[in-house]
């Protein structure tokens, strides 16, 4: 099926677009978005369907875990089997940001979004769009780097759609993402450590653990 293309205002986006996104999501597809950290799909995390169209559209293994997108830390608390004090010191110093945080997943996150791990990847964005569209929705959202495994992560647009037609239902034209991707920390073991490097530097990690 033919990717569509619809343009959205990053900063302001309209409600048709959002109505649209949020409407393919519920029907179990994938929407690429504009985001602080580049472009990133987007998806049901809840609908095993729409979770198998993400790893599909990626070319990606089925044994990767998937980020979820939340829009608060009261969002992420039900998502999380319990959250450590560095989450907190974490969350509250970069979120909203281009942090990614891996925490232990509650029973209610299926199993394949985990990658069988239990473990989750979660992250509030600085994005208006995807803020809208959890808004919308009232629930989190898939988010994984918006690129086929192994290529670069689209930086447009126009970009994901020359790369991903076809392979998803709808992408948000916002333009140009000058972000860098996210920081991704693993804090479910007793030393944190630094999975990804990204726009959140390590030092900056660290200053901000120092003690706990």
Do not use: H
Request: hydrophobic share 45%.
């Amino acid at each position: 099926m033919p990717t569509d293309l619809i343009e959205v205002d990053a900063e302001r986006p309209q409600v048709f677009a959002i109505e649209c996104a949020a409407a393919a999501i519920r029907r179990g597809k994938v929407v690429a978005i504009p985001t602080d950290a580049l472009y990133t799909l987007v998806a049901d995390p809840f609908n095993l369907r729409a979770v198998q169209q993400v790893f599909t559209a990626k070319g990606r293994e089925n044994s990767r875990s998937l980020p979820l997108l939340v829009d608060d830390i009261m969002m992420a608390e039900d998502l999380a089997k319990e959250l450590s004090n560095r989450f907190y010191l974490l969350a509250r110093r970069f979120w909203p940001g281009p942090l990614t945080l891996i925490v232990p997943a509650s029973p209610k996150v299926p199993l394949r979004v985990t990658g069988n791990t239990g473990r989750l990847a979660l992250r509030q964005s600085r994005s208006a769009v995807a803020n809208a569209l959890i808004e919308k929705l009232e629930q989190p959202l898939i988010a994984t780097s918006a690129n086929i495994s192994g290529q670069p992560t689209s930086a447009s647009g126009i970009e994901v759609f020359g790369m991903m037609d076809g392979r998803i239902d709808l992408v948000l034209d916002g333009g140009f993402c000058t972000g860098f991707g996210a920081t991704t920390v693993d804090i479910t073991e007793p030393y944190w450590r630094l999975i990804k490097s990204g726009a959140i530097q390590e030092k900056e990690i660290a200053g901000c653990l120092q003690g706990s």
